[in-house]
């Protein structure tokens, strides 16, 4: 994890929302941003064989999904 320079101490809202959407997790902790890179192929892999695990493991009418920006 990174951290953001040259933006006025702290952080806030209006910052983060100046941002532009570049894909990467942006989140204002104790007024410092903190930049997260978008996760690895290897990442990727093991999240989804777990959710298809889980899944599968689910009774009827329940289903595992990826994140909770899928839910609507």
Do not use: K, W, Y
């Not at 101490?9 to 941002?19: G, I, K």
């Not at 204002?28 to 064989?49: C, E, M, N, R, Y």
């Amino acid at each position: 994890m990174s951290t953001m320079t040259g933006f006025s101490r702290p952080f806030t809202r209006a910052n983060l929302e100046a941002l532009p959407d570049d894909g990467r997790r942006q989140e204002i902790i104790d007024g410092v941003l903190f930049v997260t890179p978008t996760p690895d192929l290897v990442h990727q892999i093991a999240v989804g064989g777990l959710v298809r695990t889980l899944d599968d493991a689910c009774p009827p009418g329940f289903t595992a999904l990826l994140g909770p920006d899928l839910v609507r």
